[in-house]
């Protein structure tokens, strides 16, 4: 069986996809950078990957977007796609958190030391454009890497495609609106209890 590998980078984050003759499978793995916690949160010299909560879903959105986008383009595959989100490196010795960067709710969730892992299948052609779809899919997957680290659901995306703009701190909040606008995404002001 013949594999062939695209990489992209992020910033922080790395996403990597593998086709397989025929077959599509997506891989996004999101390789975050490490820095040192604070002595209160544990000992200086410890590496730990602290992984904003919006960083992850504007990564795996991008990605989903950017891997879709070039399954289809390049090796003209259509139809469902299995999808298989990671954190990269996350292990004991570099064990990872989930921080909010805003100014209200939510602490730090659970410290993980195994990477999380997160799938589910989606047409192809709902990740290639913007939109609504794109936004459910990065949702599911984004929920599904969160849930190790104890939180129920992301907050910045619903299973139905909105997005909740409280939950996206002023440095995103602007361009976020007006991608928003552009892609006729539904938006909300509705917060989690």
Known sequence: MKLSKLQYGTGRCMFETCTANFGLGIQAAIRCALWGLPPAMGAPSTPISRIGDEDLAVSVLSGLRFLARHASD???????????????????????ILVQNRSFGGSPGHQIIKPPVATGAFDLD??????????????????GLIQHFGYPETLQTTSDGTIRIRYWNQGYSQRVQKWVEAWSVQITQETVS
């Open 126 to 143: 709902d990740l290639v454009e913007d939109g609504a779809p794109l936004v459910a899919a990065t949702s599911a997957l984004t929920t």
């Open 74 to 96: 390049r090796a003209a595959s259509g139809g469902n796609a299995p999808v298989r989100a990671t954190l990269w490196l996350v292990t004991e010795e570099t064990p990872a």
